[in-house]
C-alpha cells in the first residue's frame, strides 16, 4: 500500500513562509499529476497547486502569485512553497497524486495555521 508522508506543516504569523513536502513511500506508476489540496473548517476541500505529469500547473485563484508547486517525477515527491501567508491560508493541506484509470492516492493532512 502506498503512503503520502506529508511535513512541513505549522503555525506562522501573517506575511510568513511554508514549505511542504509530500514524499511517497514507494513507487508510483501511471501518474497523471500531483498537487496539493486543502480544507478549512466548515469549507470543502479546495484545488490549492497541481502540477500534471507534463508540468503543466494550475493555482487556485487566491494562492496566485503566493504559492509555488515544484515535483520530482524521479523520486515522486511534490513540494508546496507559501510565501506571503495569510490567516485565510490555514487549513489542513493535503497532497494528491492522480493516476491514470485508477483512484487518487491522498496523504493524511498536515494542518498550517497562519497567525494575524
Known amino acids: 500500500q502506498v503512503q503520502l508522508v506529508e511535513s512541513g506543516g505549522g503555525l506562522v504569523q501573517a506575511g510568513g513562509s511554508l514549505r511542504l513536502s509530500c514524499t511517497a513511500s514507494k513507487s508510483i506508476f501511471s501518474i497523471n499529476a500531483m498537487g496539493w489540496y486543502r480544507q478549512a473548517p466548515g469549507k470543502q476541500r479546495e484545488l490549492v497547486a497541481r502540477?500534471?505529469?507534463?508540468?503543466?500547473?494550475n493555482y487556485g485563484d487566491s494562492v496566485k502569485g503566493r504559492f509555488t508547486i515544484t515535483r520530482d517525477g524521479v523520486k515522486n515527491t511534490v513540494a508546496l512553497q507559501m510565501n506571503s501567508l495569510k490567516p485565510e491560508d490555514t487549513a489542513v493541506y493535503y497532497c494528491k497524486v492522480e493516476r491514470s484509470n485508477f483512484p487518487p492516492y491522498w496523504g493524511q493532512g498536515t494542518q498550517v495555521t497562519v497567525s494575524s
Open positions: 502540477m500534471t505529469d507534463g508540468g503543466r500547473t
